[in-house]
Structures are given as structure tokens and as C-alpha cells.
């Protein structure tokens, strides 16, 4: 399935065989592997190139780059006179397909300073990176590019997955009215309508708000595993969520007599329309067990005055199927604000076939 903005290549002969246009209309600088040394001037980096970035804070930077427990962080670099000029990262990420662990990493925080951009700066840093990675024993590389990307990680031989699928509970009829043209009345109503058929206006049962991850995850671990996807299961929940400088996360488990049967995770994200609770993690051994985790986050955003509640998952996939029964809505692409794309690249010793049913979370967007 093609990605808006390039024409997937070839899977074989990546990267180091690249041999596409290499345009230098200015000064490239030195291409280099770079290291803890560089974090704060890449911080800066990210900060200058666009707001909101949350690894503008060298601290959550160092949280990902420094503390991750599943694979050396690897980072190249463009550096003119003394100052970074672009930035391309690996950190390590626990991944199987069909069930077999591959060592994989995620490619992060793609970025190219204001003033250096459409030179063909990024195209050398993304070759260092990739040959330094395979160096290091990476088999893949998963990346979740937005649309200033995604063309050139096309030309260097990743393949795309079908774009992740926004899900929706709305909350108020703000969030509904804003997004399509009906009046504030109607949009309460298509809210209240939509709760009492989905079931995510009833209270939660058995579910009890955390400031930290459930202490017996593990007991979820056929949850947790996917036949392809990231390992979700207790230690990458203390790392992803409980680890973070911040905390800027809430958590959710469910229990049925005393046994852990589900378990959620969001975060608040501020939009100019107002604000969005992210679930990013929605998992339970059966649908009620997940119908209460998505509960759980929609009173959570209803008593925060938040819009609506957003997750995301592939097409057709199981995790979709879950989040529709859970309650949630797809949504339109074309209502969709910000496109989400997921892309694979091997590396060595694994193939990129994508058609495979991956399991995708909100949570695997590093930056939230």
C-alpha cells in the first residue's frame, strides 16, 4: 500500500546502495556518529526546528536516548562551523514478527535546520546512521514519519504499512461541532446518542485510577505480546510510561475478583480546539475488560472538560477490531488532523514484508 508523497521502492538494496540524486545547492558539513555529548546541542536542534516538540527538554531526550533498556541508541549528525545542522536517531525497541524477536530499533527525530534544508543534508546523515546501525547488529528499523519525511525515507528503501487509523469517543459537543458544521446543540446530541449506543457514557466497573503502571502487569502477558509489534509487556510499560523525567501520564487497571484483567494508559494533550485525552494503551484478556479501561478514560476526560478521548490502531486490524468494540469510532481520514504513517526498513538478516497484521498503539509514537 503506497504512502501519500512517494513511490515505494524496492526492498532490497538499502541504503548504502542509494543512488538517487545528492543535490548540494550549499555547504553539507561533516556527517558524523554522534553520542551523549551532542544531546544538548540536538535538543537545541529540535527546539529551533519546530514548537512542541517534547525532546526539546535534553532531559526527556536523555530519558529516551540514555535510559532505554532494549538496544544501544545510535545518532548521526551534520555538523557547519560548529553547530549541528541535522540530526537522525536509533533507540532500541523490543520487537517480534510472527512471533520471533527481531532486533530492531525506531527511527526518531528526524530534523534539518531551517536554513539547511532541501540539500541533500539529511539523505548523508540518514546513510551514516543506518550503516552504523547495522554495524551495531540492528536488523530493522520502524519509523513513524510525518509528511516532510516520509518522501525521502521512501527514496532510502523503507516500505510502507497502511497508515494507522485515528479512533474517537467524543465527549462534548464542542468536539463534534468543531470538527463538522452542525450547531453546538446538535453535536451534544450526537454525543449523548452516540454514548448511550456505544456504552461509553456508563461508569467504569472494577476500575481504578494509578499514577503508576499496575504492579502485576506480567499477569497480562497475552496481551501484552503480539504476534508482530512491540513487546508491550511489563518492563517496556516501567521504561515508556513510569520512567519518564515528567510522568505526564495517568494509568488505569481493571480487576475482576482481585485479578488484573485490563489496563490503560493516557496522556492530555492540549489542541487549539481544546483539550484531547491520548489513550495510548488500551489492552484486557476480553472486550469488557478493555470497554472498562476506555470508560475509565472518557469520565477521566469528561471531569477535565476535555473533547473527546483518541486512540489509534491499524486497518483491519485486531487492535481496531478491539478499540470499535471498546466503543470508539474510526475516523474519516479526511477529518483526520494529523496523518499518522507507519514504515519498515531491514537492515540485515530480516525482510521488510509488511503485510503481516501488526499490532499498533498510540504509544508507539515515541513522542507522546
Not at 500500500?1 to 561533516?30: D, F, H, Q, W
Not at 468543531?178 to 456504552?199: C, D, E, I, S
Not at 474519516?332 to 540485515?348: D, F, K, N, S
Request: aromatic share 6%; hydrophobic share 45%.
Amino acid at each position: 500500500m503506497a504512502v501519500r508523497g512517494y513511490k515505494r521502492p524496492p526492498t532490497s538494496g538499502l541504503m548504502r546502495n542509494y543512488r538517487g540524486p545528492m543535490p548540494s545547492c550549499g555547504p553539507i558539513g561533516e556527517v558524523r556518529i554522534g553520542g551523549p555529548d551532542d544531546d544538548v546541542a540536538v535538543a537545541e536542534l529540535l527546539a529551533a526546528a519546530a514548537t512542541g516538540n517534547p525532546k526539546a527538554d535534553v532531559d526527556v531526550l536523555r530519558w529516551q536516548y540514555r535510559r532505554e533498556e532494549f538496544g544501544p541508541t545510535v545518532t548521526a549528525v551534520a555538523e557547519l562551523d560548529g553547530r549541528l545542522i541535522a540530526h537522525y536517531s536509533l533507540v532500541g525497541v523490543p520487537l517480534v514478527v510472527d512471533g520471533r524477536p527481531v532486533v530492531a530499533a525506531r527511527g526518531v527525530d528526524i530534523v534539518t535546520a531551517v536554513d539547511h534544508r532541501r540539500q541533500g543534508i539529511f539523505r548523508r546523515v540518514a546513510v551514516a546512521l543506518f550503516d552504523a546501525g547495522r554495524a551495531m547488529g540492528y536488523q530493522a528499523v520502524v519509523s513513524n514519519p510525518n509528511d516532510s519525511s516520509i518522501e525521502v525515507l521512501g527514496d532510502l528503501g523503507f516500505t510502507a504499512c497502511p497508515d494507522p487509523q485515528v479512533h474517537v469517543v467524543p465527549v462534548s459537543g464542542d468536539a463534534v461541532a468543531g470538527r463538522l458544521p452542525m450547531p453546538h446543540a446538535l453535536g451534544a446530541a450526537a454525543v449523548a446518542l452516540l454514548g448511550a449506543v456505544r456504552g461509553t457514557d456508563r461508569p467504569a466497573v472494577g476500575a481504578h485510577l494509578l499514577d503508576a503502571a499496575p504492579g502485576d502487569l506480567d499477569v497480562l502477558d497475552g496481551t501484552l505480546v503480539p504476534s508482530t509489534g512491540v513487546v508491550r509487556d511489563s518492563r517496556w510499560w516501567r521504561w515508556r510510561y513510569d520512567g519518564h523525567p515528567h510522568r505526564p501520564y495517568r494509568f488505569v487497571e481493571v480487576r475482576r475478583r482481585g485479578r488484573l484483567i485490563g489496563a490503560g494508559a493516557w496522556s492530555v494533550r492540549a489542541d487549539p480546539d481544546g483539550d484531547v485525552v491520548q489513550l495510548l494503551e488500551c489492552v484486557g484478556v476480553d472486550d469488557d475488560a478493555r470497554r472498562q479501561v476506555v470508560r475509565s478514560a472518557v469520565a477521566a476526560a469528561r471531569a477535565i472538560g476535555a473533547g473527546a478521548v483518541v486512540s489509534a490502531a491499524l486497518p483491519r486490524s485486531v487492535e481496531a477490531l478491539h478499540l470499535r468494540r471498546a466503543g470508539f469510532v474510526p475516523v474519516p481520514r479526511a477529518l483526520q488532523p494529523r496523518p499518522i504513517h507507519m514504515l519498515v526498513a531491514p537492515l540485515g538478516g530480516w525482510s521488510a514484508e509488511v503485510r503481516r497484521p501488526w499490532a499498533f498503539h498510540l504509544g508507539d509514537q515515541d513522542h507522546l
